[in-house]
């Protein structure tokens, strides 16, 4: 059966840190990949998703992510985090369902 | 809608009563996903459907656990004989067709369901 793991539950950084939040999926066919994000008080939005192409794909407030199809990896990458980006963080697989990981709790201090 | 809506947003019941919690999807959107959040278990998958048939219901908990789509549209989830283990946020969230090379789930807020 697919499933999705996040390693780290909960970052904290300062503003201006550099993110890596690490995402690793199991199934051995094609998937499509997926980081959501859910603000506080918000509901979940796409942040960014990988369906074909260039692995390194480019989502929203200067999120990026690389899909590693020997590593059944897509972590999300920032170069330097902003106290708004203070959320949570689910990575998620698509193959005939989607199934999101535990989520990863992001807090920025200033 | 502009947006997915459920409803109640909030949901206090007592131990053994039954609840239904309602979803509205957008418009157009023939694929709807249910989804429950609790604190250190992520977001858990229950059931989806595409249009008003539901390929996979192997996420439902248990057999208390049931949900339906009627006219390709608003969607109920029902559970039977509430326990305190079922308090958590129930999502849900519609896209415009499943598996669609371009699909984005729109989530609705949730409801927040606690189980006295």
């Known amino acids: 059966a697919q499933s999705v793991s996040q390693h780290n539950h909960h970052v904290i950084l300062s503003e201006a840190a550099s993110l890596e939040l690490g995402c690793n999926y199991s199934?051995?066919?094609?998937?499509?990949l997926f980081w959501y994000v859910q603000y506080p008080g918000q509901h979940l939005q796409l942040l960014l998703k990988?369906?074909?192409?260039?692995?390194l794909v480019k989502g929203i407030k200067g999120f990026e992510a690389e899909f590693i199809k020997s590593k059944f990896s897509f972590n999300l990458r920032k170069p330097s985090v902003q106290w708004s980006d203070t959320a949570e963080y689910f990575c998620a697989v698509h193959t005939d369902k989607l199934i999101f990981g535990t989520g990863t709790r992001l807090q920025v201090f200033p | 809608g502009a947006g997915v809506s459920q409803s109640p947003s909030n949901k206090v019941t007592e131990k053994g009563k039954d609840v239904e919690l309602r979803c509205d999807p957008i418009s157009g959107h023939t694929a709807l996903y249910w989804y429950r959040q609790s604190l250190g278990q992520g977001l858990e998958f229950l059931i989806y459907?595409?249009?008003?048939?539901?390929?996979?219901k192997s996420g439902l908990p248990s057999d208390r656990f049931s949900a339906e789509r009627t006219g390709g549209s608003v969607s109920t989830l029902t559970i039977q004989r509430t326990q305190q283990e079922d308090s958590a946020v129930y999502l849900c969230?519609?896209?415009?067709?499943?598996?669609?090379?371009?699909?984005?789930?729109?989530f609705g807020s949730g409801t927040q369901l606690s189980v006295l």
């Open positions: 459907f595409q249009g008003n048939s539901a390929p996979d």
């Open positions: 969230a519609s896209s415009f067709r499943l598996g669609a090379t371009n699909e984005k789930l729109f």
């Open positions: 990988y369906f074909s192409g260039d692995p």
């Open positions: 199934y051995g066919g094609t998937v499509n």
